[in-house]
């Protein structure tokens, strides 16, 4: 046995040796970038249910030993190359991810075909009370508005001459503040971006209350935060049903593209309500949940690897996914000053940064805001109609953009 | 690893806009999401009529069945903000009957909506 030809081997062999070669440093700094992730959701808790897998699932990708040829490979990169590319034999070939791919390539699967991300919406429908909104229709005019920031980026990322139609729809949708629809819009339209596009939307989710408080102070005024608004009408039970009923045949029927995410979320909602799949509800709002995020964060991780997230175009996209949020935030507030002038002050216009959906963290933002101005103001209820109709407001903009560039 | 290859290899998805079409779509974009939302708004607005309607016209005809109740009590406590119906606070500040409520909604898991508060009392 050569000792020095084994140990040579082995040190070729090992990924310490891989970062010093063929551009390996950028896998070191994407390792770094996973730690980094890792803290901020461990730490500051930042999304971490689903931050700590995408960086955990980004950590393994990046580890140099698993070579992209390696079939120990957890995650294929040049399975997914050849899974888009319409020229390759094995275009959209599941048989060949399964049949060649590691573990997170199986687990993407479940993201490349949209399946996380609409059971992610059966959970969020089961865990969403839509009384609020069904007692105030006009929540869904500031849901609406505050989908200002997804066209805005959108145009601007298209303008920029860097993206194409596609990725720009994929980086305007950062702005419905939306996770699991920027996956789903993004797997779709420009699974390149994935990676970028979901850090980006998770991560200014998760900085929502430091993001929105000083547009809301910039856009009101000190008399508009005070306003205290009625109390809304009890809904009934009969209402409560029938909404997820009447919602998924309108959307739907209006955009077909928005079945997956709307039918989802309305089926999970109508198992909450109808009272006799409690079983269901439960299951969907927490073992499934918490499975599908399991599967998701990693998976959305593993799209992370260096030289597809090492470039201009992601700073481009975090630039951008700001500006998407801080829009969003702005059209649901202007939306929400109209309706105070129209209704004579009888609406507080802090409950229109609310539509920017990320339930229930956006509602919470306008609540503390309110009650910083009026100390014995309540608007967390209020604001909760507009939280649900983003959710709506940002499924419709996606289908949109997939009808158009689908 | 041989990343970089793959990466190159991997085409953008889709082709680059012009800047007025990109504007068009956006605008239109819009006015698509402000269009689905305000068809739902009407029809939340018509199906929250019939069942309005439907509640004032049973309130009717139990009031009707049921015999004038005697006059209530004279002074009634001050209502709490935000919650259902009204609220008697004895001895109890707004903010602080609020922040019950809000409490009390968040360890029940139930909305505030659906909850009602009779009375809140300082035991002291």
């Known amino acids: 046995m050569d000792i020095l030809q084994t140990l040579k081997d082995l040190w070729e062999g090992s990924g310490f040796h891989s970062f010093l070669v063929d551009g390996g440093w950028k896998n070191l700094i994407m390792i770094l970038i996973s730690c980094v992730l890792l803290y901020l959701g461990i730490k500051k808790k930042f999304e971490p249910l689903l931050l700590v897998g995408i960086a955990f699932g980004c950590l393994l990708v990046n580890l140099s030993y698993f070579t992209a040829d390696s079939t120990d490979a957890l995650y294929h990169p040049e399975l997914w190359t050849n899974f888009l590319d319409p020229d390759s034999e094995y275009y959209h070939s599941y048989g060949t991810i399964l049949s060649h791919g590691g573990l997170l390539d199986i687990l993407y699967i479940g993201v490349k075909a949209g399946i996380y991300p609409s059971l992610i919406f059966m959970g969020v429908g089961a865990m969403t009370d839509f009384g609020p909104l069904i007692s105030n229709p006009k929540s869904l005019l500031l849901g609406a508005a505050a989908q200002m920031g997804v066209f805005l980026a959108f145009f601007g990322a298209a303008a920029s001459g860097v993206f194409t139609g596609n990725q720009a729809a994929s980086i305007g949708i950062i702005g419905g503040a939306d996770g699991p629809t920027a996956i789903f819009l993004t797997t779709k339209l420009a699974p390149e971006l994935l990676g970028p596009i979901a850090i980006a939307a998770y991560s200014y989710m998760a900085l929502i209350p430091m993001i929105q408080p000083p547009l809301m102070k910039l856009l009101t005024t000190e008399k508009e935060r005070k306003v205290k608004m009625e109390q809304n009408r009890v809904v009934s039970k009969t209402e409560k049903i029938l909404f997820p009923i009447i919602v998924a045949m309108f959307v739907i029927l209006l955009l077909p593209s928005t079945a997956p995410l709307i039918g989802c979320l309305m089926l999970g909602n109508l198992w909450r309500e109808c009272g006799v799949t409690e079983r269901l509800s439960e299951t969907v709002q927490n073992a499934l949940m918490n499975i599908v995020t399991v599967f998701l964060g990693i998976s959305v991780g593993a799209t992370m690897a260096a030289d597809s997230f090492l470039n201009f175009k992601t700073i481009l996209i975090v630039i951008l996914g700001l500006v998407a949020f801080m829009f969003s935030t702005v059209g649901g507030l202007l939306v929400g000053k109209l309706m105070y002038v129209l209704t004579g002050g009888k609406v507080n216009p802090l409950i229109g940064s609310a539509g920017v959906s990320a339930v229930p963290m956006a509602a919470r933002v306008s609540q503390l805001e309110g009650q910083k101005a009026n100390p014995s103001n309540f608007l967390l209820m209020h604001a909760m109609g507009p939280n649900v109709a983003g959710v709506i407001g940002s499924a419709i903009a996606a289908g949109f953009l997939l009808t158009v560039f689908g | ?124």
Not at chain 2, 15 to 30: C, L, P, S, W
Not at chain 2, 68 to 85: F, I, L, M, Q, T
């Open chain 2, 1 to 124: 690893m041989n990343y970089a290859l793959l990466a190159a290899k991997a085409a953008d998805s889709g082709t680059k806009m012009e800047i007025g079409d990109a504007a068009v779509t956006a605008v239109f974009g819009y006015v698509v999401v402000f269009f689905g939302l305000i068809l739902l708004m009407a029809v939340l607005y018509v199906s929250g009529a019939i069942f309005k309607s439907k509640e004032a016209k049973a309130n009717a005809a139990k009031s009707a069945a049921v015999p004038v109740k005697e006059a209530a009590p004279a002074a009634e406590a001050p209502a709490a903000p935000g919650s259902a119906g009204h609220v008697k606070l004895h001895g109890v500040p707004d903010k602080e009957a609020a922040m019950i409520m809000a409490i009390v909604a968040d360890k029940m898991q139930t909305p505030l909506n659906e909850l009602r508060f009779i009375s809140i009392k300082e035991v002291k």
